[in-house]
């Protein structure tokens, strides 16, 4: 694999291979000392041109543990904010050495652009690009359910007859895409919920079931129901008539965490609007898993890196 900027892309064995990957990564996680030297001498930078904590903070955890150099980017205080094209920035970082490419961008299709043009001749990891997709998030989503389902048995596994509700502003959300693409390649059937205004038409010929109302989708018994940020910065209309509106038809509050059953896994990528799309009830329960997430976004990470510009021996040798 030489890049990784979609899950749309990913077969069913090279996505088993990058979770099978990040199970060897949780073990070096767990171990005191958590670092490898596999990519000792490679240079990794981490490009953002949007905001970030947890995909960000985990990327460079990752590239460090696996003993990478790495450099930090981040277009506010760079000479992005003078004018310089992404072709430009990435010509600099072919300058120095960059090894490997971690983008996030607000256009859609910048991490492709990166790949597919001769700027650089680097292994490109999309970390976000607009309301496209963001493939490691749908990776630690995966890895996270896995683990909770199967515990030390997950090697191998993917997620067959595993029911799965996406709730919120799916229009928006790139995680929505990245975890339908990636859960259906594993076997699992996916359904969206949200207001129809957030809804993107093309949903229609994706395989994916869509409730218009919350309480409906409830009655069906979900292994795992993941809430999505309402995407504030990305709307220009309105899309729902007041935030308390959007609480009362399609937060997960104190009332509908009841009806869950006792099993349902409660995920949400972050960053959270708690009292919005979740009550801190709901985020905090046992059910919930979004510290976990965060936690194997780092062994994730560190598959995704050492897959691309790892040497092709095994990890836990
Ligand atoms: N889930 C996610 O992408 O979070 P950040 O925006 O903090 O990276």
Redesign the pocket.
């Known amino acids: 694999m030489r890049h990784l900027l979609s899950t749309l892309d990913l077969s069913r064995d090279e996505a088993l291979g990058l979770l099978d990957v990040a199970e060897d990564m949780d073990a070096v996680n767990r171990r005191e000392i958590k670092k490898l030297p596999t990519l000792r001498g490679r240079t990794v930078v981490n490009l953002f041109y949007e905001?970030?904590?947890?995909?960000?903070i985990s990327f460079e955890a990752a590239a460090k543990r696996l003993s990478a150099d790495v450099i930090n980017f981040s277009a506010k205080g760079s000479s992005v904010s003078k004018g310089e094209s992404l072709k430009d920035t990435a010509q600099t970082l072919a300058a120095i050495g960059a090894d490997g490419v971690v983008i996030r961008h607000s256009a859609s299709g910048a991490a492709h652009r990166l790949a597919q043009t001769d700027w650089i001749d680097a292994g490109v990891i999309n970390a976000?690009d607009g309301t496209h997709e963001?493939p490691t998030?749908a990776l630690l989503d995966a890895f996270t359910i896995r683990k909770r389902l199967h515990g030390d048995a997950s090697r191998g596994k993917a997620l067959d007859g595993v029911r799965v509700l996406i709730v919120g502003d799916i229009d928006h959300s790139r995680?929505a895409r990245s975890d339908l693409w990636l859960l259906h390649t594993l076997g699992a059937e996916v359904a969206f919920a949200g207001p129809p205004t957030l809804i993107p038409f093309a949903a229609e010929h994706w395989p994916v079931r869509i409730f218009d109302d919350f309480d409906t989708a409830l009655v069906e018994d979900f292994d795992v129901v993941i809430m999505l940020r309402i995407q504030l910065e990305r709307m220009h209309d309105a899309f729902f008539p007041t935030s308390q509106e959007y609480t009362r038809l399609w937060g997960l509050g104190p009332q509908r965490l009841a009806r869950l059953s006792p099993r349902a896994l409660i995920m949400h990528?972050?960053?959270m609007n708690r009292g919005l799309e979740i009550s801190s009830e709901a985020a905090d329960s046992p059910q919930a898993t979004v510290r976990e997430q965060v936690a194997n976004g780092v062994s994730v990470r560190m598959a995704a890196l050492y897959t691309l510009l790892g040497p092709r021996e095994e990890v836990g040798a």
């Open positions: 905001d970030s904590t947890r995909t960000r976000g963001h998030q995680v990528p972050g960053p």
